[in-house]
Protein backbone atom coordinates (compact mmCIF):
# COMPACT_ATOMS: atom_id res chain seq x y z
CA UNK A 1 0.00 0.00 0.00
CA UNK A 2 1.14 3.47 -0.74
CA UNK A 3 1.90 5.79 2.31
CA UNK A 4 2.90 9.47 2.42
CA UNK A 5 4.79 11.13 5.40
CA UNK A 6 4.86 14.47 6.14
CA UNK A 7 7.87 15.29 9.10
CA UNK A 8 6.61 18.66 9.91
CA UNK A 9 3.56 18.98 11.82
CA UNK A 10 4.34 22.62 11.83
CA UNK A 11 6.44 25.50 10.09
CA UNK A 12 6.81 29.01 10.63
CA UNK A 13 8.44 31.76 8.13
CA UNK A 14 8.80 35.60 8.17
CA UNK A 15 6.16 37.16 5.21
CA UNK A 16 8.69 37.45 2.03
CA UNK A 17 10.95 34.94 2.81
CA UNK A 18 10.64 31.08 1.48
CA UNK A 19 9.76 28.08 3.32
CA UNK A 20 10.18 24.39 1.83
CA UNK A 21 7.54 21.59 3.29
CA UNK A 22 8.96 18.11 3.04
CA UNK A 23 7.28 14.92 1.92
CA UNK A 24 8.12 11.85 1.36
CA UNK A 25 6.20 8.51 0.03
CA UNK A 26 6.49 5.00 -0.78
CA UNK A 27 5.01 3.06 -3.64
CA UNK A 28 5.98 0.43 -5.94
CA UNK A 29 4.17 2.11 -9.02
CA UNK A 30 6.23 3.94 -11.71
CA UNK A 31 3.94 6.41 -12.97
CA UNK A 32 1.78 8.00 -10.70
CA UNK A 33 0.56 11.90 -9.70
CA UNK A 34 2.01 13.96 -6.42
CA UNK A 35 0.18 16.92 -5.10
CA UNK A 36 0.26 19.76 -2.98
CA UNK A 37 -3.51 20.90 -1.42
CA UNK A 38 -3.88 23.83 1.14
CA UNK A 39 -6.59 23.69 3.01
CA UNK A 40 -7.48 27.04 4.93
CA UNK A 41 -10.05 27.48 7.90
CA UNK A 42 -12.55 27.45 5.46
CA UNK A 43 -11.70 23.85 5.33
CA UNK A 44 -11.88 23.20 1.61
CA UNK A 45 -9.07 21.50 0.24
CA UNK A 46 -7.35 23.75 -2.74
CA UNK A 47 -5.06 22.06 -5.27
CA UNK A 48 -1.98 24.04 -4.97
CA UNK A 49 0.49 22.29 -7.61
CA UNK A 50 0.59 18.58 -9.02
CA UNK A 51 3.74 16.73 -10.40
CA UNK A 52 3.18 13.45 -12.68
CA UNK A 53 6.14 11.16 -12.00
CA UNK A 54 7.11 10.68 -15.74
CA UNK A 55 7.68 13.98 -16.14
CA UNK A 56 11.27 15.36 -14.72
CA UNK A 57 10.87 18.33 -14.77
CA UNK A 58 9.56 19.89 -11.84
CA UNK A 59 6.14 21.49 -11.67
CA UNK A 60 5.87 25.08 -10.83
CA UNK A 61 2.98 27.47 -10.33
CA UNK A 62 4.28 30.98 -9.62
CA UNK A 63 5.45 31.62 -6.18
CA UNK A 64 4.87 27.62 -5.69
CA UNK A 65 7.41 25.46 -6.80
CA UNK A 66 8.40 21.51 -5.78
CA UNK A 67 11.44 19.52 -6.04
CA UNK A 68 10.63 15.79 -7.11
CA UNK A 69 12.93 13.12 -6.44
CA UNK A 70 11.86 10.03 -7.90
CA UNK A 71 15.01 8.28 -6.61
CA UNK A 72 14.42 9.24 -3.15
CA UNK A 73 10.30 9.13 -3.21
CA UNK A 74 10.90 12.54 -2.16
CA UNK A 75 8.41 15.66 -2.74
CA UNK A 76 9.06 18.91 -1.50
CA UNK A 77 7.09 22.40 -2.04
CA UNK A 78 9.03 25.21 -1.62
CA UNK A 79 6.91 28.44 -1.46
CA UNK A 80 8.68 32.42 -2.73
CA UNK A 81 7.50 35.16 -1.18
CA UNK A 82 5.23 33.85 1.67
CA UNK A 83 2.33 36.15 1.84
CA UNK A 84 -0.14 36.10 5.25
CA UNK A 85 -2.52 34.41 2.98
CA UNK A 86 -0.49 31.60 2.62
CA UNK A 87 -1.00 30.26 5.96
CA UNK A 88 -3.18 26.82 6.20
CA UNK A 89 -2.61 23.43 6.48
CA UNK A 90 -0.58 21.94 3.73
CA UNK A 91 -1.19 18.64 2.36
CA UNK A 92 0.84 16.35 0.46
CA UNK A 93 -1.09 13.52 -1.30
CA UNK A 94 -0.15 10.61 -3.90
CA UNK A 95 -2.28 9.13 -6.47
CA UNK A 96 -1.94 6.37 -8.95
CA UNK A 97 -2.30 6.64 -12.43
CA UNK A 98 -4.83 4.10 -13.08
CA UNK A 99 -8.31 3.21 -10.84
CA UNK A 100 -10.11 5.32 -8.74
CA UNK A 101 -9.12 8.84 -7.92
CA UNK A 102 -8.10 7.91 -4.72
CA UNK A 103 -5.62 10.44 -3.16
CA UNK A 104 -3.38 9.27 0.00
CA UNK A 105 -2.22 11.79 1.81
CA UNK A 106 0.10 13.05 4.50
CA UNK A 107 -0.60 13.59 7.89
CA UNK A 108 -0.27 17.36 7.32
CA UNK A 109 1.72 20.37 7.80
CA UNK A 110 0.72 23.74 9.34
CA UNK A 111 2.17 26.76 8.03
CA UNK A 112 2.39 29.95 9.85
CA UNK A 113 3.12 33.27 8.41
CA UNK A 114 4.78 35.88 10.61
CA UNK A 115 3.98 39.59 9.37
CA UNK B 1 -14.58 28.46 -4.40
CA UNK B 2 -15.44 25.58 -6.52
CA UNK B 3 -19.14 24.40 -7.33
CA UNK B 4 -18.94 21.75 -5.06
CA UNK B 5 -21.57 22.11 -2.22
CA UNK B 6 -22.11 19.87 1.10
CA UNK B 7 -25.09 20.41 3.45
CA UNK B 8 -25.14 20.64 6.34
CA UNK B 9 -22.31 22.25 7.56
CA UNK B 10 -22.24 20.82 11.16
CA UNK B 11 -23.95 17.76 12.72
CA UNK B 12 -24.20 16.21 16.08
CA UNK B 13 -25.78 12.52 16.41
CA UNK B 14 -25.47 10.18 19.25
CA UNK B 15 -23.51 6.63 19.60
CA UNK B 16 -25.66 4.36 17.80
CA UNK B 17 -27.63 6.63 15.09
CA UNK B 18 -28.14 7.04 11.26
CA UNK B 19 -26.34 9.78 9.47
CA UNK B 20 -26.74 11.06 5.68
CA UNK B 21 -24.77 13.54 4.11
CA UNK B 22 -25.37 15.02 1.09
CA UNK B 23 -22.98 16.52 -1.54
CA UNK B 24 -23.60 18.81 -4.51
CA UNK B 25 -21.12 18.02 -7.53
CA UNK B 26 -19.95 20.88 -9.39
CA UNK B 27 -22.09 20.82 -12.83
CA UNK B 28 -21.44 18.61 -15.45
CA UNK B 29 -19.22 16.24 -12.91
CA UNK B 30 -19.93 12.63 -13.47
CA UNK B 31 -18.01 11.35 -10.55
CA UNK B 32 -17.64 11.58 -6.75
CA UNK B 33 -15.16 10.58 -4.11
CA UNK B 34 -15.62 10.76 -0.18
CA UNK B 35 -13.15 11.80 2.34
CA UNK B 36 -12.83 11.24 5.84
CA UNK B 37 -10.91 13.63 7.63
CA UNK B 38 -10.07 13.19 11.50
CA UNK B 39 -8.98 15.73 14.01
CA UNK B 40 -5.35 16.94 13.01
CA UNK B 41 -5.17 13.77 10.21
CA UNK B 42 -4.89 14.06 6.44
CA UNK B 43 -8.06 13.14 4.72
CA UNK B 44 -8.87 9.08 4.35
CA UNK B 45 -9.93 7.75 1.01
CA UNK B 46 -13.99 6.17 2.14
CA UNK B 47 -15.46 5.94 -1.87
CA UNK B 48 -15.85 6.61 -5.23
CA UNK B 49 -18.55 6.59 -7.42
CA UNK B 50 -18.96 6.77 -11.10
CA UNK B 51 -22.26 6.77 -13.20
CA UNK B 52 -23.77 6.06 -10.02
CA UNK B 53 -21.98 2.91 -9.30
CA UNK B 54 -19.48 2.42 -6.69
CA UNK B 55 -16.13 1.79 -8.48
CA UNK B 56 -13.45 2.43 -5.49
CA UNK B 57 -13.60 1.97 -1.94
CA UNK B 58 -11.28 2.68 0.72
CA UNK B 59 -10.62 0.84 4.36
CA UNK B 60 -14.07 1.58 5.71
CA UNK B 61 -16.95 -0.97 7.06
CA UNK B 62 -20.06 -1.19 5.21
CA UNK B 63 -21.63 0.66 7.68
CA UNK B 64 -20.11 3.22 5.25
CA UNK B 65 -22.01 3.15 2.40
CA UNK B 66 -23.15 6.03 -0.38
CA UNK B 67 -25.58 6.84 -3.30
CA UNK B 68 -24.80 8.65 -6.78
CA UNK B 69 -28.18 10.12 -8.08
CA UNK B 70 -28.43 10.40 -11.97
CA UNK B 71 -28.29 14.35 -11.18
CA UNK B 72 -24.74 13.22 -9.96
CA UNK B 73 -25.27 14.52 -6.73
CA UNK B 74 -24.35 12.13 -3.73
CA UNK B 75 -25.24 10.94 -0.39
CA UNK B 76 -23.18 9.43 2.14
CA UNK B 77 -24.98 7.20 4.94
CA UNK B 78 -23.35 6.00 8.19
CA UNK B 79 -25.34 3.60 9.88
CA UNK B 80 -24.77 2.28 13.54
CA UNK B 81 -22.26 5.61 14.62
CA UNK B 82 -18.96 5.07 16.83
CA UNK B 83 -17.41 7.85 18.41
CA UNK B 84 -14.42 8.01 16.21
CA UNK B 85 -17.03 7.96 13.14
CA UNK B 86 -16.42 11.98 14.64
CA UNK B 87 -14.58 14.06 11.75
CA UNK B 88 -14.68 16.12 8.94
CA UNK B 89 -16.38 14.57 6.12
CA UNK B 90 -15.36 16.10 2.54
CA UNK B 91 -17.14 15.66 -1.08
CA UNK B 92 -14.75 16.28 -3.90
CA UNK B 93 -16.21 16.03 -7.95
CA UNK B 94 -14.27 15.55 -11.35
CA UNK B 95 -15.38 14.63 -14.94
CA UNK B 96 -14.02 11.32 -15.87
CA UNK B 97 -14.12 11.39 -19.54
CA UNK B 98 -11.27 8.22 -20.17
CA UNK B 99 -7.92 9.95 -19.32
CA UNK B 100 -6.17 10.00 -16.21
CA UNK B 101 -5.58 13.78 -16.08
CA UNK B 102 -8.90 14.74 -14.24
CA UNK B 103 -8.86 17.80 -11.47
CA UNK B 104 -10.68 16.82 -8.02
CA UNK B 105 -12.98 20.08 -6.83
CA UNK B 106 -12.98 19.68 -2.73
CA UNK B 107 -16.56 20.99 -1.39
CA UNK B 108 -15.98 22.87 2.29
CA UNK B 109 -16.92 19.55 4.39
CA UNK B 110 -19.62 18.30 7.21
CA UNK B 111 -18.22 18.26 10.10
CA UNK B 112 -19.86 15.10 12.12
CA UNK B 113 -19.89 15.12 15.98
CA UNK B 114 -20.91 11.46 17.75
CA UNK B 115 -21.58 11.68 21.52
Known amino acids: AQTVTQSQPEMSVQEAETVTLSCTYDTSESDYYLFWYKQPPSRQMILVIR??????QNATENRFSVNFQKAAKSFSLKISDSQLGDAAMYFC????????????FGQGTRLTINP | ETGVTQSPTHLIKTRGQQVTLRCSSQ?????VSWYQQALGQGPQFIFQYYREEENGRGNFPPRFSGLQFPNYSSELNVNALELDDSALYLCASSLTTGGTNEKLFFGSGTQLSVL
Open chain 2, 27 to 31: SGHNT
Open chain 1, 51 to 56: QEAYKQ
Open chain 1, 93 to 104: AYRRIQGAQKLV
